[in-house]
C-alpha cells in the first residue's frame, strides 16, 4: 500500500518533524531537568486555548478522558446539566454525563445543525433558581462538520445573569479553529493530542478556569487519576502525579514550536482555506450535499458529505481504501452508510487535499454515482490558485 496521507478527521497526519522529535530515549519523569520541558509546554498550550488565568492539564489519555476529567472534578451526582445533540460526539458526551449520575436536560438537534442558542437562552432565562450547574456545548461535531457559536453560548448565560459553569468540547476544533477560553467564559475545555495538534493519540488535553478549580474543591463525583488537585501539586514544579508519556511531550513540544511558527491565526486561515476549496469540491464541482445545512455551520476542519439517495457511502469508503489506498471518515450512527467524511485538519497541504478530492471522485465514479471525473478537483484546484499566497513571478 501507498504511502498516502489519511482524510479522516483524526487521528490526523503526524508531521515528519513532530515523528522524528518522539523519537527519544526514555528518561527520568523525575530527574531536575524534566521542568525545562513540561513548564513551557504548559505555558504554550495556555496561548492555544487562549488563556491567562487558566490552567491547562495533560493527562495519558484520549478526547474522552478529557470529557470524563471535566465533568468528575466539577459536578456532583443528581446535579442538573443542559447539553444539544446532533452527531456522535455530543450524544456521547451526554451520555458520560448519564452515566456519573447527572440530571441531564438533552436537547435533541436535527443532525446537521448545532448549538440551539435560543432554546438555550430560554432554558437558562427560565431556571431563576440558578439549580442547573453545567451548559455543554461541542464546538465542532466532529460527525457532521458543523461548527457550533460558543462566544453565542457565553452571551446566552451573561444576558440570564446565569451563574452555570460553561463545558466546550474543542477536540476537534482547539489548534485549527478559533477559540478564545478567556474572552468567552470557557470553564472547562476539552481536548485531545491526535487532531489540531498533529499528534498520536495518548494526551487528554484540558484547559481548566479558577471557577472550575474552585468547583472542584466541593464536588462530590469520585475521581483519583484525572484529579485536579493531583496535577495542580505536582504541575506546579513541572511535575506530574503519575508517569506522564514523555514521548508524546516531546511531540507536543514540536507540534507547539510548528504552531507558533506559523503563527496561530494563520493555522485558523490555512484551515478555512483548505476548508473552502473541499467545499467547492462538494458543492460546486459535484453538486453534492453538505450534512451541514448551511453557512453559518460549516466547519473548518471536517466535512461530511451526503451520496445521493440509493447509493452506500460504505462502498465508497471501501473502494478508495481496497483500490487506492485512502481513507476517509465513516458516517456515524444516525448518518451511517449516507455519509462518508474527509478530514482537512491538522497538518495538510492544497495539494494533498486535492488527491483526497480525486480519490473521493473516483471512487464514488466506480460504484456509479454520477459525478463528473476531475469536477471536484477543479473547483477545489481553482479556488486555492486564485486564493494563493501571492509571489513576484520574474519577467522573462
Ligand atoms: C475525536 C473527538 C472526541 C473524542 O475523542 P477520543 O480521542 O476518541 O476519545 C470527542 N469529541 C469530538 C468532537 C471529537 O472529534
Known amino acids: 500500500m ?9 487521528p490526523t497526519n503526524v508531521p515528519e518533524r513532530v515523528r522524528r522529535a518522539m523519537n527519544v530515549p526514555m528518561e527520568d519523569q523525575r530527574s531536575p531537568n524534566f ?27 484520549s478526547g474522552t478522558g478529557a470529557w470524563e476529567a471535566a465533568v468528575t472534578n466539577t459536578l456532583s451526582p443528581g446535579d442538573k446539566v443542559l447539553i444539544s445533540r446532533f452527531g456522535q460526539f455530543s450524544h456521547l458526551w451526554g451520555d ?58 457565553r452571551k446566552a448565560l451573561d444576558d440570564a445573569g446565569h451563574p452555570a459553569m460553561l463545558y466546550v468540547d474543542g477536540v476537534s476544533s482547539i489548534g485549527s479553529i478559533d477559540f478564545r477560553m478567556d474572552e468567552w467564559g470557557v470553564d472547562l475545555a476539552v481536548s485531545g493530542s491526535q487532531k489540531g495538534f498533529m499528534m498520536p493519540t495518548g494526551l487528554a488535553v484540558l484547559g481548566v478556569s479558577q471557577k472550575a478549580i474552585e468547583a472542584s474543591e466541593s464536588a462530590t463525583c469520585n475521581r483519583c487519576f484525572f484529579s485536579f488537585d493531583d496535577m495542580i501539586k505536582t504541575n506546579k514544579d513541572g511535575y506530574f502525579p503519575y508517569t506522564p508519556a514523555t514521548t508524546l511531550l516531546y511531540g507536543l513540544r514540536e507540534s507547539l514550536d510548528m504552531i507558533f511558527e506559523e503563527g496561530l491565526e494563520n493555522v485558523f486561515a490555512r484551515h478555512h482555506r483548505m476548508a473552502e476549496g473541499v467545499r467547492r469540491a462538494v458543492i460546486d464541482g459535484w ?106 513571478i520574474a519577467a522573462e
Open 35 to 61: 521542568p525545562k520541558l513540561t513548564l513551557p509546554i504548559f505555558e504554550d498550550l495556555k496561548r492555544v486555548f487562549k488563556t491567562e488565568t487558566g490552567k491547562v492539564f495533560l493527562y495519558p489519555g
Open 287 to 392: 453538486g453534492l450535499k453538505l450534512a451541514a445545512t448551511e453557512p453559518k455551520w460549516y466547519s473548518d476542519t471536517v466535512s461530511a458529505i451526503y451520496v445521493p439517495e440509493g447509493f452506500d457511502a460504505v462502498a465508497v469508503l471501501r473502494i478508495a481504501y481496497e483500490r487506492y489506498g485512502l481513507s476517509y471518515g465513516a458516517g456515524l450512527s444516525k448518518v451511517a452508510g449516507k455519509v462518508f467524511r474527509i478530514g482537512h485538519l491538522g497538518r495538510i497541504s492544497e495539494i494533498q487535499l486535492l488527491g483526497g478530492i480525486a480519490g473521493a471522485e473516483m471512487a464514488m465514479r466506480d460504484i456509479g454515482i454520477d459525478v463528473q471525473a476531475g469536477s471536484g478537483v477543479a473547483a477545489a484546484s481553482e479556488y486555492y490558485r486564485q486564493t494563493a499566497a501571492p509571489i513576484a
Open 2 to 10: 501507498f504511502d498516502n496521507p489519511i482524510f479522516i478527521p483524526g
Open 96 to 153: 458520560l454525563l448519564v452515566r456519573h449520575g447527572m440530571d441531564v436536560i438533552a436537547l435533541d438537534v436535527e443532525w446537521g445543525e448545532g448549538v440551539p442558542l435560543e432554546d438555550y437562552a430560554r432554558i437558562l432565562n427560565e431556571d431563576s433558581n440558578h439549580e442547573i450547574k453545567g451548559v455543554f456545548a461541542c464546538q465542532n461535531e466532529t460527525a457532521t462538520g458543523v461548527t457550533s457559536d460558543i462566544a453565542g453560548v
